[in-house]
Every structure is written in C-alpha cells, then in structure tokens.
Nanobody, 118 residues
Framework: VQLQASGGGLVQAGASKRLSCVASGSNVISINDMAWYRQAPGEQREWVASITSSGSTNYADSVKGRFAISRDDAERTVYLKMTSLKPEDTAVYYC????????????WGQGTQVTVSS
C-alpha cells in the first residue's frame, strides 16, 4: 500500500483546510482502518483521528469538534477537514493505514505541512 497525502499549506488562525490522502497498490482493497497523525517541531508524532472500514470515527481531544475525518473507498481516499485552525495545529500531517482492526499502522504517507499563523 502506498499513501500520498496532499492539501497542506499556510493559513491564518480560524481558517479551514482539507487534507487528502490517496491509497494505491496491490493491497489497497484490504485496508481496514485509516488515520491521521501529526508531528509538530520538536514534538513526538501524535494521533489526530481515525476511521474504521465501517465509518466509525475517533478524535484526539485537542481536535474534537474542529476536525472531521472521512473516507471515500471508491476513490481510495481519506480526508481530514480542519476548521477553526489554531497556531498549535501547526505540524506535518501524516496519513496512515492498516490492514487489520488492531495493532500498529503499517503504512504511512510522506506527510504534508500545515502552518497556522496567528
């Protein structure tokens, strides 16, 4: 499975942005859960949101109510709609996928930078 993330950029605080991540490869139809993580400068990578194959979603407390994860399996794409962005949301955002409903995410995209100015 290969993952290609896009949609990052520079925005002002309070703005919205949507990230996309397209999956491809021979095992793409076997993808179960997908997720977004982020890593701010000098910080460890943190989980942001995840979505199961049935569409159930979960969010980190820091983004709950502001971010929305969704997926379009026909397009092999997972999205992260971010609203009311804050400077502390500045990070490199990574999409991830796993073929099972448990364990670590084994497939990662290359990351897309989101910078929120105050």
């Amino acid at each position: 499975v290969q993952l290609q993330a896009s949609g990052g950029g520079l925005v002002q605080a309070g703005a919205s942005k949507r990230l996309s991540c397209v999956a491809s490869g021979s095992n793409v139809i076997s993808i179960n859960d997908m997720a977004w993580y982020r890593q701010a400068p000098g910080e460890q990578r943190e989980w942001v949101a995840s979505i199961t194959s049935s569409g159930s979603t979960n969010y980190a407390d820091s983004v709950k109510g502001r971010f929305a994860i969704s997926r379009d399996d026909a397009e092999r794409t997972v999205y992260l709609k971010m609203t009311s962005l804050k400077p502390e949301d500045t990070a490199v955002y990574y999409c991830a996928a796993r073929l099972s409903a448990y364990g670590e995410y084994g497939y990662w995209g290359q990351g897309t930078q989101v910078t929120v100015s105050s």
